[in-house]
């Protein structure tokens, strides 16, 4: 029996495919139902009331599960949940789970004994008190594959300084009726950021954005078209494409610097892009304004990088988030102290463990859900391929046992960051992933 922890979209993916492969699993999920961060009811959830999607539903949606013609080109959360409801639905997979059930810890066997500890308790039980401690199971499973997210736990920098007004960070935001009547400073300008920023402008006193470094933003039409579904048709070599896809950004929108923000100073891909063109309308009426860095913070005044100051009522921090799997020891994970993420051969599999896979720790632009579900395709069509010793399954076994490390980049020099530390390069991933998937059969 294995186990999947998370009923999120790659959880689900991770569910299906085993289904498919007619392995017997239990799932685990501490929120209620399943869709993920997606279920804003989800208290893991950190998406907020305006969340739509990022990427457009054709190049994001499961393969054989395509949404409705009548949904939008980026759906809103609410629509996203009804549509992982319903494919769980159409595949029967609620009766795998164990719902307002949360993992507290995942430990391997004891010597001499296969597989792992599983242990659990409700996550709907009232909160536990020293006279009451939550009630608790273990149970023994061959092999386990962890769901759970990777933008639940918040990387949230300490301020340099100390500031008299409300400091929050995106994780904890859902409305914009926090900011009614305040003096806004959002800290960070990734997707959330830019989102958050742009909620901000019809209840706030005032908004800024305070940026550290250039972004590359991208519209999310390009002649009425969604556009990830532009360019595919041709591939251009990576530099070309860089240079290619950049000038005809600068072309159609103009240079961040046209809006009073850095440019960057690294090529187009070498982080991920923000697809939002409305922060930069917001900008370009002066309703948001572009700060740098915040350098101090002092009671409600803030000090930015360039000598300018301002002061404010509430700082939102949009600083993104860290992998955090609390129930189990990083070694386990093959997460090396002081690294920002687990080293996994193609991000999922343990180069020298058969028995715990890390699902979904993968970020790449546009690999959707269905690049997540090729991902659990692979795990779930090996694990089968392992238990009959097909000749694919030990080779793929020897490869990952001789990795060297390397990652999927495509070449690409991402910066070194924590949040791009186990980003590849989509188009790779998939090549690398459907490879294997051929040779075990798929
Ligand atoms: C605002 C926003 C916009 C986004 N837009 C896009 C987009 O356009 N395209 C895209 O591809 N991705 C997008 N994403 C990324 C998003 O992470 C993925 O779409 C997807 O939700 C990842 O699925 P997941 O199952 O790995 O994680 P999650 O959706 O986070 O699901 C993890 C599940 O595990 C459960 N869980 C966690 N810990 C435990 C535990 N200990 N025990 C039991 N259960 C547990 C949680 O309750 C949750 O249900 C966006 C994210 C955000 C926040």
């Not at 090396?336 to 715990?356: K, Q």
Request: hydrophobic share 40%.
């Amino acid at each position: 029996m294995y186990a999947v922890i998370g009923a999120g979209p790659m959880g689900l993916a991770a569910a299906r495919t085993l289904q498919k492969q007619g392995l017997p699993f239990t799932g685990f999920e501490s929120h209620a139902d399943v869709g993920g961060l997606w279920d804003i009811a989800n208290p893991q959830s950190t998406v907020y009331e305006s969340a739509h999607l990022i990427s457009s539903k054709r190049m994001t949606e499961f393969a054989e599960f395509p949404m409705r013609d009548a949904v939008a080109p980026y759906p809103r959360h609410d629509e996203l949940k009804r549509y992982f409801s319903e494919f769980a639905d159409r595949f029967a997979l609620r009766q795998h789970y164990e719902f307002s059930t949360r993992v507290v810890r995942v430990a391997r066997a004891p010597e001499g004994e296969a597989g792992w500890d599983i242990t659990t308790e409700r996550a709907d039980a009232p909160r536990p008190d020293a006279a009451r401690p939550r009630e608790q199971r273990t149970r023994r499973f061959a092999a386990v594959l962890i769901a759970t997210g990777t933008l639940h736990h918040p990387h949230q920098p300490a301020l340099p300084g100390a500031f008299s007004g409300r400091v929050m960070h995106s994780a904890e935001y859902k409305s914009p009726e926090v900011f009614a009547g305040k003096r806004v400073l959002v800290v960070g300008c990734g997707n959330s950021g830019a989102d958050i920023a742009v909620d901000a402008v019809k209840q706030a006193r005032s908004v800024d954005i305070s940026l550290r470094r250039g972004y590359y933003f991208l519209p999310k039409f390009v002649r009425g078209r969604p556009i990830d579904t532009l360019g595919g048709a041709v591939k251009l070599p990576r530099r070309l494409k860089q240079l290619v896809d950049a000038t005809i950004v600068r072309l159609v929108i103009g240079r961040p610097s046209d809006y009073g923000l850095p440019d960057p100073d690294y090529r187009m891909y070498e982080s991920h892009p923000v697809m939002n063109s409305l922060i930069l309308h917001h900008l370009g009426h002066g309703d948001i304004r572009a700060r740098r860095d915040v350098a101090s913070v002092q009671g409600s005044l803030v000090r930015f990088a360039d000598c300018e100051q301002d002061e404010y009522d509430l700082i939102l921090q949009a600083t993104g988030y860290a992998l955090h799997y609390p129930f189990i020891a990083r070694e386990a994970l093959a997460w090396p102290e002081g690294a920002a993420a687990p080293r996994l051969w193609l991000n999922v599999m343990h180069p020298g463990d058969d028995t715990l896979f890390l699902l979904g720790m993968v970020e790449a632009s546009g690999l959707g859900w269905q690049g997540r579900y090729e991902q659990a395709e692979l795990v779930s069509l090996y694990l089968k391929r392992l238990a009959e010793r097909h000749p694919a399954a030990l080779a793929l076994q020897r490869e990952k046992r001789a990795w060297d490390g390397a990652r999927v980049d495509g070449g690409y020099a991402y910066l070194p960051l924590d949040r791009m530390a186990y980003y590849v390069h989509k188009d790779s991933y998939l090549r690398a992933l459907r490879r294997h998937l051929r040779a075990l059969g798929a």
